[in-house]
């Protein structure tokens, strides 16, 4: 992604996300709450599937976890011992998986936002922000920060193959939708910040040009 494209898409996400905290969230949750949930089970699966295998990754070996130590020793050989420039994709991917996870839990800390639980439940008054009480650690959406930035840089990188890299982490956004763990401003911001990690991170291989056009 260019940095013209990356503008674009701040430009219409961030905005988009304050009206929908506003304005769009309840109703929204409200709705696919009364005619989704059949589909609950599924995401529900799939998540605690895509769970466990990402709790794998993350056992940690050396006093790293395991997929920190696979992409980290898989950029040092590519771009270092075999000379592939290309290689910086895993370092990429490592930092922009880190960073999305730390920051996506900051930001809860700091947010407290009411999941919509809460909002099926007892019922809150306002936009549910830095609200007191349990289930108030709903923006931005961990899961998707998680996934998504396993596969956006590489969907950048590859974009034949954009499409089926991106399936799973699109289901997962979805599901917390469906599962009513997540407004979708704490989706799309989650997706948002993914994004802007990938692009910052993915200047490394290109410090002294960024790309407008």
Not at 22 to 38: N, S
Not at 51 to 57: C, F, G, N, P, Y
Not at 80 to 105: C, Q, R
Request: glycine content about 8%; some cysteine; hydrophobic content about 55%.
């Amino acid at each position: 992604m260019t940095l013209r494209p990356f503008l674009l898409f701040t430009a219409f996400s961030l905005p988009a996300c304050a009206l929908l905290i506003l304005f769009g969230d309840q109703p929204l949750a409200g709705f696919i709450h009364g005619h989704f949930t059949w589909s609950a089970p599924f995401f529900a699966t799939l998540t605690a599937t895509a769970d466990r295998l990402h709790d794998a990754l993350m056992v940690h070996v050396l006093g790293l976890p395991i997929i920190f130590l696979a992409l980290g020793l898989a950029f040092a050989i590519g771009r270092y011992a075999l000379k592939k420039k290309a290689a910086t994709i895993f370092l990429t991917v490592l930092l922009t998986h880190e960073f999305s996870m730390v920051l996506a839990n900051v930001l809860k800390g700091a947010v407290h936002r009411l999941r919509p639980e809460v909002q099926f439940g007892a019922g809150y008054a306002g936009s549910g922000l830095w609200a007191q009480g349990p289930h108030n650690d709903s923006f931005p959406s961990y899961h998707t920060a998680v996934y998504f930035s396993l596969f956006w840089p590489l969907a950048v990188a590859f974009p034949k193959y954009r499409g089926p890299l991106l399936v799973l982490p699109g289901l997962v956004a979805l599901g917390r939708l469906v599962l009513g763990a997540h407004y979708l401003s704490d989706v799309w911001f989650s997706l948002w910040l993914v994004v802007a990690l990938a692009f910052l991170f993915g200047r490394l291989d290109k410090p002294r040009n960024i790309e407008v056009a």
